[in-house]
């Protein structure tokens, strides 16, 4: 059992609720408000009967008071599937162990916060040419069997996620959690930008080591997990020269993915995941 | 083998070292670090000197030592030193020492021990013996810790010439002197009555010489010529090795007889005698009391010309008496010149012979070269252009 490894996180998460941005269309019940009212007995509102509705739900005495015919109507609770999109590429383990604990620890947090309010939740990481897809799941387990999907992860090659978001297709929560540094970066921005057209919940979680951040002074040559001809010196003026490149990267990708639609949520790896799961859900409101 | 500068070797063993460690230290990337930022880096490079256990590159490392060896060889001049022996003399041997000094000489002469005279050749001078010796001795302290010199001679005056000095100065050892007897004259020796010419017949000298009896001669009988003038037959005498006693009769009537000395080697008399004044020919061989110059020796061919202005009166017997003996006989003793000078250098006067001369010469030792270096340098040369190009063309 993984969970054993994530209790302090899922202790912590324990009275956390992931809230729905968008009110799910069709909806299934569940803890969200739908998008549309349903006929029910918990009545809101009142609207003229038409052709097709059925006659049971017309409400016999306001008929017989105002001899029109309405059909009682009450707003509906929904459950919002969600995905959670994990990037599990070599840049993501590197050398950077707390980073892929980070990682993982995001994907048992969120995919707890959603069962939490009992929305189903479906896991997929791309690792290289791997991909480790678990479809939704609404099972009390389906939080266990997450947690050892994760556990089972081996990360390396370049990831490739906007291909997974292809296939989603059903009105879907999706939660990214990558650094953003796959090859793919700018067909995944395109892709959650369509998605959020279409009326889907995008979250980007932009994960990033704190040694990214701050370089260590002991190492004078680096090299890319994910390209190994990229070998580079680290020496005082490269150092200069690669803050102002990442903090300038990070902006970047913060305006153009909000400007998509997306949440972006910068994620330092040694930050509590717990107050970064309650961040993402917080978010909603 | 030995090594003319040693110290080229150290180099070389220095340069060899630093070749190695030269191999052992590798320039090259720090080892690289896992950053999945690593594209915001700027691109460039980064070397580092590592230190490592085993040499790289053996084949260069090779290379270069054989170039740096081959140098250090060659800038060492190699030489091949023949067996050295610790002390050698040599042995200036005059020849004009007897025989049986000569003989002894040899026989006592050590394996390492090397032999200048002894012969004809510039026998009775030092200054041939001296320059032979300073020639060989060029090649001889090579091979030779200690260096002796022995002279051997009858040391006699004309020994030495105006060269010795300086050649004498050149030699830069200590000498040891040794005084051996001479060459006996040439000739068989005999006894022999002198042969007086001319003068009155009732000469007293003609007297006193005839009751000497025969006197020792070298190889002809003495002649004393009482006339003024000397005659062929004397001057013949003479070079044929006689000691011509040109004793003028007429010197008697030259003064009044006074109460004289006359001294000679090795006899003194004491007689009315009549002092001539004349100048005396030659080389002084009696004086008067008061050293004036009463008999002077000219050297003729073999033999010499006495001339002796000693006026003898004609009356009185004192020529005639045992004290005059002594003086007739010792004008009549041998020519200088056969006597080769014997004794004629005092002991002390050798002083300077023996001891070292207080300048030495700038170059004790000649210039020595190495046949090997030029060849060992140009390989070692030739082996550095190889590399070199080598190098080149790899990186080509």
């Not at chain 1, 707390?98 to 995001?106: D, H, P, R, T």
């Not at chain 1, 990360?155 to 989603?168: D, F, I, K, N, W």
């Not at chain 1, 650094?179 to 369509?194: F, I, K, N, Q, V």
């Not at chain 2, 340069?15 to 915001?40: E, I, N, S």
Request: with cysteine; aromatic share 4%; net charge positive.
């Amino acid at each position: 059992m993984a969970t054993h490894a994530y209790g302090a996180l899922l202790d912590a998460l324990r009275a956390t609720r992931w809230g729905s941005l968008v009110r799910p269309r069709a909806p299934l019940t569940g803890a969200h408000v739908a998008r549309r009212a349903t006929p029910s007995a918990e009545v809101t509102e009142y609207r003229p009967y038409r052709q097709g509705d059925e006659p049971r739900r017309i409400d016999w005495k306001v008929l017989a008071r105002t001899d029109r015919a309405f059909v009682r109507l009450a707003p509906d609770s929904s459950v919002t599937p969600t995905l959670v999109l994990l990037d599990a590429s070599a840049s993501m383990v590197a050398d950077a162990p707390a980073k892929w604990a980070a990682a993982c620890g995001l994907v048992v947090g969120l995919t707890a916060v959603a069962r939490n309010a009992g929305d189903p939740v479906a896991f997929t990481a791309v690792s290289g040419a791997a991909v480790t897809r678990l479809p939704l799941s609404a099972r009390g387990d389906a939080l266990r069997v997450v947690t050892d999907a994760v556990a089972a992860l081996m990360p390396g090659g370049q990831g490739t996620l906007a291909t997974p978001l292809e296939r989603v297709r059903a009105e879907m929560r999706i939660a990214i959690i990558t650094d953003l540094l796959g090859d793919d970066a700018e067909t995944l921005l395109t892709r959650a930008r369509s998605l959020r057209v279409q009326g889907r919940e995008v979250h980007l979680l932009h994960l990033v080591a704190r040694h990214e951040l701050a370089l260590d002074p002991e190492v004078r040559l680096a090299r890319d997990p994910e390209i190994p001809s990229v070998v580079r010196p680290m020496r005082r003026a490269e150092r200069e020269q690669y803050t102002r490149a990442f903090s300038a990267f990070r902006e970047q990708m913060r305006d153009r993915w909000r400007a998509a639609g997306a949440r972006y949520h910068l994620v330092v790896d040694d930050q509590p995941v717990a107050d970064v799961v309650r961040r993402v859900a917080r978010s909603q409101r | 083998m030995t090594w003319l500068a040693p110290t080229a070797l150290w180099i070389g063993a220095a340069g060899a070292a630093a070749t190695v460690a030269a191999h052992l230290l590798v320039q090259r990337q720090p080892d690289a670090r896992a950053l999945a930022t690593a594209r915001f880096l700027p691109e460039g490079t980064i070397t580092a000197a590592t230190v490592q256990r085993v040499p790289t590159n053996w084949w260069w490392l090779a290379l270069r030592l054989l170039a740096v060896m081959l140098l250090a060889v060659g800038a060492a001049g190699p030489i091949r030193e023949p067996t050295r022996v610790p002390s050698r003399t040599l042995v200036l041997l005059d020849g004009a020492a007897a025989d049986s000094v000569q003989q002894r000489v040899r026989r006592s002469l050590g394996e390492t021990d090397v032999l200048f005279g002894g012969d004809s050749a510039g026998g009775g001078r030092l200054s041939p013996l001296l320059a032979r010796a300073l020639r060989a001795r060029d090649s001889l302290i090579r091979t030779t810790d200690a260096l002796r010199v022995r002279l051997i001679s009858p040391l006699g005056r004309s020994f030495f010439d105006a060269a010795t000095p300086q050649l004498r100065a050149q030699l830069p050892e200590s000498m040891s002197v040794e005084r051996v007897a001479p060459h006996p004259p040439a000739g068989t020796p005999i006894r022999a009555r002198a042969d007086v010419r001319g003068g009155p017949a009732d000469d007293i000298l003609r007297a006193a010489y005839a009751q000497l009896g025969p006197v020792d001669a070298h190889t002809r009988a003495p002649v004393i010529q009482r006339e003024r003038v000397l005659s062929a037959a004397d001057t013949a005498d003479a070079r044929a090795g006689a000691v011509v006693l040109w004793w003028p009769a007429g010197d008697a009537d030259a003064g009044t007889p006074v109460l004289a000395a006359i001294r000679t080697t090795g006899a003194t008399w004491v007689a009315p005698l009549t002092r001539v004044a004349r100048p005396v020919r030659g080389a002084p061989v009696a004086h008067w009391e008061n050293g004036a110059v009463a008999a002077g020796e000219s050297p003729l061919g073999a033999g010499c010309v006495r001339d002796v202005a000693i006026g003898v009166p004609q009356r009185g017997d004192r020529a005639l008496g045992a004290d005059a003996a002594p003086l007739l006989r010792s004008l009549l003793g041998p020519c200088s010149a056969t006597l080769d000078d014997a004794g004629a250098i005092a002991d002390s006067a050798l002083t300077w012979l023996a001891a070292a001369p207080r300048v030495r010469p700038s170059a004790q030792s000649p210039a020595l070269r190495s046949v090997l270096a030029p060849w060992l340098i140009g390989a070692g040369l030739a082996v550095g252009v190889v590399e070199a190009l080598l190098r080149i063309r790899s990186r080509a």
